[in-house]
């Protein structure tokens, strides 16, 4: 009966805490309302970082390889703003200017906004749930502009923002703001003299303001706001240029000092927030039209796309489906205008021409070439023989079985040298003669950036039986006599330049044996820990795998010895902070899904997801990443994960209730006392037999 009063009475005691922290957050959200007095506490600050090349130095929100991808992905999108932009909002005196350009604003942002729900996530007769509306700055709440300025209230508008429907508050609240745009008159004051300019600190100052609110508002929300919302994006914009700054942090870090408010926004903001600045660039032409495929425009539509799925999951069409469809686009293009079997392109796209020394002209090139069908992709079958060059060698491979693992076809082959070592071989797209880069991204995956992966820890001592060895890589030798200009490039036989990929060992992936019924509590023990194994080896030299399912897992039978598993699909490793994992809503840790990014336990928990949806449970239907963050938490909260891996082993049930002690932490996994527990159970289960941890 005490055991009772005592717990009741802890979540008495807890409800009211907690109750007493939401109350504290909504008073500091109340009286956090002037911009100005967060800017005197951040000024020092922001100077000081700005003190080398006069303006404060933080990381960019994104990489311009994304963007390029980006744009490709946008070639079919329709985007049109109606309302001109004005070209000079502060020029003249006219209230007329001044309120054009929040109406001018206003429509970007819904262009922008309804573009993007029709291409990635809308159907077609989906109604877009985001409308834009303006801020009043003298009550710190939202008006449609054109309401705004027929109230007379024009000059207290201070920012405009894409926000969620809201039926109960139709007006608006700041809980359903997905991105925030201010709206000032020098964002481009420094474009002609700074290569890379930035905004200033008064502008980023009050960006900082506008995001903590929009952070403070959701945290105490009592709408269905999704975890992964502890970002904001906040745009500038001017007449002609603008840009992005992404804020993040956790909020639970802020001290919520009633008495000192500002101060403790600002110590946050320093110590405990992650800022992003993006380059400041042009997004509207002197007559006021946007353009849409530049760089300004495109940094603004990228985070305003990064801000929707942040509310609206996973969209129906990804970007790599969408950018794939360039290379079709341009295709079509070509045949359009008759070029398809007139003329020939090199592997980048351009025509080869060259100086003739008897004539200044330019012509093109006229010489024989092998008959092989341009369209005819590299198909291999069992039987065929693959010869790989990589500028210093030849090797030839003969293809014993042509495996598919749902997602790409590879091989399994043996070296003409040594024909009783099997291999596993992949290969790349073959070099489009248009735009190899985007025509398959999952095979750039397997093939080139797991080649650079492996390279990697090959280069820096990386050893261990459970990683796969990197034996060979190069390019197809295509038949007949290769043209390939010395400049670099490929010839236009469509084999010219595939990359391969050769790695050891071979086995049998976790999928398959659980489709078998071949994956029982011995193998799920002894996979646990080999995968650790690989793991710790790898985290010891700061890299993670980022793709942990069962297609990434493979049984290798040794001999007379013990089979073994080894942890291969390398290429979504992150090696470096810019790197990003894969997301999978079924495996992915909750870091991946939440912020794109992994956390020192992250591959320990994919790893724990895969054991469990491995030991005989139905996979939840899972449809975006809200849904797979609430399945993570739900399953997590009431057990449901250790339960099941406690049927497996009491030593796996165990290491999934420290990887949950662990998420969302950035304390390390410490590897060694898992793999000696796991070992020691292995080793009583089999008798005595000892079980590696190291490479062998």
Avoid at 268 to 280: E, L, M
Avoid at 617 to 629: H, I, K, Y
Wanted: proline share 4%; with cysteine.
């Amino acid at each position: 009966m005490e055991d009772r009063d005592s717990v009741e009475s802890a979540a008495r005691k807890s409800s009211i805490s907690s109750g007493g922290r939401t109350q504290d957050r909504k008073e500091f959200l109340r009286r956090f309302v002037d911009s100005e007095t967060l800017k005197a506490y951040l000024m020092d600050w922001l100077e000081d970082l700005a003190q080398d090349n006069g303006t404060p130095s933080f990381d960019v929100p994104f990489e311009l390889i994304d963007l390029q991808k980006f744009d490709y992905a946008l070639e079919g999108v329709p985007f049109q703003q109606l309302i001109r932009m004005p070209s000079a909002i502060y020029a003249s005196s006219s209230s007329t200017v001044e309120a054009t350009a929040y109406l001018a604003l206003e429509d970007f942002l819904h262009a922008s906004a309804s573009g993007l729900w029709e291409a990635f996530w809308g159907a077609e007769n989906d109604l877009m749930p985001f409308y834009i509306s303006s801020l009043y700055d003298r009550n710190l709440r939202f008006y449609q502009a054109e309401q705004a300025i027929a109230k007379g209230k024009l000059d207290g508008l201070c920012a405009s923002a894409i926000m969620l429907k809201n039926p109960r508050h139709p007006q608006g609240k700041w809980d359903d703001i997905i991105a925030f745009a201010l709206l000032r008159p020098d964002i481009g004051g420094l474009t002609s003299a700074d290569e890379d300019p930035k905004p200033s600190t008064s502008i980023l100052g009050e960006a900082l303001f506008f995001a903590l609110r929009v952070l403070l508002a959701r945290s105490i929300s009592r709408s269905n706001i999704p975890l992964s919302l502890n970002s904001v994006f906040v745009l500038l914009v001017d007449s002609q240029y603008g840009g992005v700054v992404k804020i993040e942090g956790d909020l639970s870090k802020l001290e919520f000092d009633l008495n000192n408010v500002y101060e403790s926004a600002a110590a946050w903001i320093k110590n405990h927030s992650q800022i992003a600045i993006s380059p400041v660039d042009r997004i509207w032409n002197k007559l006021g039209n946007a353009n849409w495929g530049d760089i300004g425009a495109l940094q603004v539509l990228y985070a305003t796309f990064h801000s929707i799925s942040q509310y609206a999951g996973t969209p129906k069409n990804t970007i790599e489906d969408l950018a794939a469809d360039h290379s079709s686009r341009l295709q079509a293009r070509r045949i359009e205008r008759q070029l398809e079997d007139n003329t020939r392109v090199n592997g980048n796209g351009l025509f080869r021409f060259q100086h003739r020394t008897a004539s200044p002209e330019i012509v093109e090139v006229q010489e024989e070439s092998i008959k092989v069908d341009s369209r005819k992709s590299l198909k291999l079958e069992a039987g065929s023989i693959l010869m790989i060059d990589d500028a210093t060698w030849q090797k030839g491979y003969q293809i014993d079985e042509v495996l598919n693992d749902g997602e790409i076809l590879f091989y399994i082959a043996s070296s003409l040298e040594d024909p009783g070592k099997s291999l596993f071989l992949y290969v790349g797209s073959h070099p489009s003669q248009l735009e190899p880069a985007w025509q398959d991204m999952n095979l750039w995956y397997h093939v080139q950036r797991q080649t650079k992966v492996l390279s990697v820890m090959k280069q820096k001592g990386i050893s261990s039986k459970y990683i796969p060895e990197l034996s060979a890589s190069g390019r197809v030798v295509h038949p007949g006599h290769c043209r390939k200009p010395s400049t670099g490039g490929n010839c236009d036989h469509p084999w010219c330049g595939t990359p391969v990929l050769v790695t050891t060992p071979v086995g049998q992936t976790v999928a398959d044996m659980v489709r078998e019924g071949r994956f029982g509590p011995d193998e799920a023990i002894r996979c646990c820990h080999d995968c650790l194994s690989a793991l710790s080896a790898s985290a010891s030299f700061g890299i993670r795998h980022g793709d942990i399912r069962p297609e990434n897992v493979i049984c290798v039978k040794s001999g007379m010895g013990r089979p073994y598993y080894v942890l291969i699909g390398w290429g979504h490793a992150i090696l470096e902070e810019r790197d990003r994992p894969a997301l999978n809503l079924h495996f992915s840790s909750t870091a991946a899904l939440q912020e794109g990014k992994l956390c020192s336990a992250s591959d320990a928990e994919s790893l724990v997801y895969m054991l469990y949806f491995c030991s005989g449970v139905d996979f939840p239907v899972l449809d975006s990443v809200e849904g797979a963050l609430q399945w993570r938490e739900t399953s997590w909260s009431r057990r449901l994960i250790q339960q099941k891996l406690g049927d497996i082993s009491a030593v796996v049930k165990a290491f999934a209730d420290y990887v949950d002690s662990l998420c969302g932490t950035p304390y390390p996994v410490v590897y060694e006392i898992w793999l000696r527990r796991l070992k020691k159970q292995i080793s009583e289960e089999g008798s005595g037999k000892e079980v590696e941890t190291t490479s062998s």
